[in-house]
């Protein structure tokens, strides 16, 4: 079964910079459309970034020019390299995989991790 685990959030200062992981299993990593989430209290989740199977990224308006989305198909593990943070940032993370389309509409991801929490301030 497939199964989705992230890693890497923290507590860090305006400015600073984390990268999370994403390690995916019980499915051939290339062939998933891949994408990061995140959602602050009393918000919806909300796509941050993803890359397709051909490995073309999108990013949110929010976070182009601050993150990086990349995966190592080899380690099946999904990148998010967030840099510049914002307070607006703090939220809790989520990798997930979709397998039939692609984009940032949380609808269409079928498997998600548990979340990584990224607390960013002032």
């Known amino acids: 079964q497939v199964q989705l685990s992230e890693s890497g959030g923290g507590s860090v200062q305006a400015g600073g910079s984390l990268t999370l992981s994403c390690v995916g299993s019980?499915?051939?990593?290339?062939?998933?459309?891949m994408g990061w989430f995140r959602q602050a209290p009393g918000k919806e989740r909300e796509g941050v970034a993803f890359?397709?199977?051909?490995?073309?990224?999108n990013y949110a308006d929010s976070v182009k020019g601050r993150f990086t989305i990349s995966q190592d198909n080899a380690q099946n593990t999904l990148y998010l390299q967030m840099n510049a943070l914002k307070v607006e940032d703090t939220a809790m993370y989520y990798c997930?995989?979709?397998?039939?389309?692609?984009?940032?509409?949380?609808?269409?991801?079928?498997?998600w991790g548990q979340g990584t929490q990224v607390t960013v301030s002032s």
């Open positions: 019980g499915y051939t990593y290339s062939s998933a459309c």
């Open positions: 997930a995989a979709a397998f039939f389309l692609c984009g940032f509409r949380p609808i269409t991801y079928k498997y």
């Open positions: 890359i397709d199977t051909d490995g073309r990224t």
